[in-house]
């Protein structure tokens, strides 16, 4: 059996060029996971263009694999990332974001990330919504409490990609422009 996981490397400044020059590196120990991967891909700041970190969502066995995971990853040994958010995951699509049928270039892609104000509830399923590439909660370490919701939405506007999650109760909801990453 095996569980999910919701990874978000966030850049360091300054830590462009080293992510460029690791960019083959990067890619290469993400392809040793290709199979395990429901999504992957780089977030950008605010000009579109500067990436500013680094989102995965990969089906591993454990937690100590998923540790492994995100901290073994090149980029993250060599300091190209600030921090790390891992948390356990559940696909509530059931798909991977090669299933979505927007495919990779169809509009404008975010990530959105709301975090939870308290622990509670896990949400029953995600809304109806053709734009989600993925969805669902950001668990505890043993998947029993609810912490959030990460989202991979395609959308018109960043405002209108951060609605996805407005009808839950969110302390906070952050919303990055994201685009499909690796070599598929």
């Given at each position: 059996?095996?569980?999910?996981?919701?990874?978000?490397?966030?850049?360091?400044?300054?830590?462009?060029?080293?992510?460029?020059?690791?960019?083959?590196?990067?890619?290469?120990?993400?392809?040793?996971?290709?199979?395990?991967?429901?999504?992957?891909?780089?977030?950008?700041?605010?000009?579109?263009?500067?990436?500013?970190?680094?989102?995965?969502?990969?089906?591993?066995?454990?937690?100590?694999?998923?540790?492994?995971?995100?901290?073994?990853?090149?980029n993250y040994q060599a300091g190209v990332?600030?921090?790390?958010?891992?948390?356990?995951?559940?696909?509530?699509?059931g798909r991977t974001m090669w299933d979505?049928?927007?495919?990779?270039?169809?509009?404008?892609?975010?990530?959105?990330?709301?975090?939870?104000?308290?622990?509670?509830?896990?949400?029953?399923?995600?809304?109806?919504?053709?734009?989600?590439?993925?969805?669902?909660?950001?668990?505890?370490?043993?998947?029993?409490?609810?912490?959030?919701?990460?989202?991979?939405?395609?959308?018109?506007?960043?405002?209108?990609?951060?609605?996805?999650?407005?009808?839950?109760?969110?302390?906070?909801?952050?919303?990055?422009?994201?685009?499909?990453?690796?070599?598929?």
């Open positions: 059996m095996t569980m999910e996981f919701f990874c978000y490397h966030r850049d360091r400044v300054g830590s462009l060029a080293l992510r460029a020059e690791l960019v083959e590196e990067h890619w290469s120990y993400m392809d040793r996971y290709d199979k395990e991967l429901i999504a992957r891909g780089p977030t950008f700041a605010g000009d579109g263009d500067t990436p500013s970190g680094s989102v995965h969502i990969v089906d591993l066995p454990d937690p100590a694999a998923a540790r492994a995971f995100a901290f073994d990853e090149p990332y600030r921090d790390v958010l891992l948390r356990r995951w559940r696909n509530l699509l979505h049928p927007g495919g990779p270039a169809d509009g404008n892609r975010y990530l959105v990330l709301g975090l939870g104000p308290a622990p509670g509830p896990t949400p029953a399923a995600p809304p109806a919504d053709d734009d989600l590439i993925a969805f669902g909660p950001l668990l505890s370490d043993d998947a029993t409490t609810w912490l959030g919701t990460a989202a991979l939405v395609r959308s018109p506007d960043p405002r209108t990609a951060g609605e996805v999650l407005r009808p839950v109760r969110y302390a906070d909801v952050e919303v990055h422009d994201w685009e499909f990453g690796g070599r598929r």
